[in-house]
């Protein structure tokens, strides 16, 4: 699995807009026949600070991504909204496991 876990500064006067601004991109990468998951999560200390935690079945779904329509008019019109370019935190994974820490008996 490709795990990728990106944090976007979105400008101010964009962050409460961004879940629509980011909707379509969304939405179809998450129809992406090898998309495990694509979601974003605001953060509660920066509000215009928006993590996104994403993963592909392996290394073809993940350059299917990249090469998909969505992605390349994501990369032409999403920069316009953003502060800063984004962090990003690629790697390769086995899949998840449990948090034995927090069990739930």
Wanted: glycine letters at 4%.
């Amino acid at each position: 699995m490709i795990f990728i876990t990106a944090k976007f500064a979105i400008l101010p006067s964009h962050a409460d807009a961004w879940p629509e601004i980011s909707k379509d991109f969304t939405t179809a990468t998450n129809a992406e026949e090898g998309c495990l998951f694509f979601e974003w999560a605001r953060s509660v200390e920066d509000p215009s600070t928006y993590i996104l935690v994403e993963a592909f079945r392996d290394d073809e779904s993940g350059a299917a991504h990249v090469q998909s329509d969505h992605f390349r008019k994501a990369c032409e019109e999403l920069p316009r909204y953003l502060s800063a370019t984004p962090d990003i935190v690629n790697v390769k994974v086995e899949g998840w496991s449990k948090l034995g820490e927090l069990a739930v008996s």
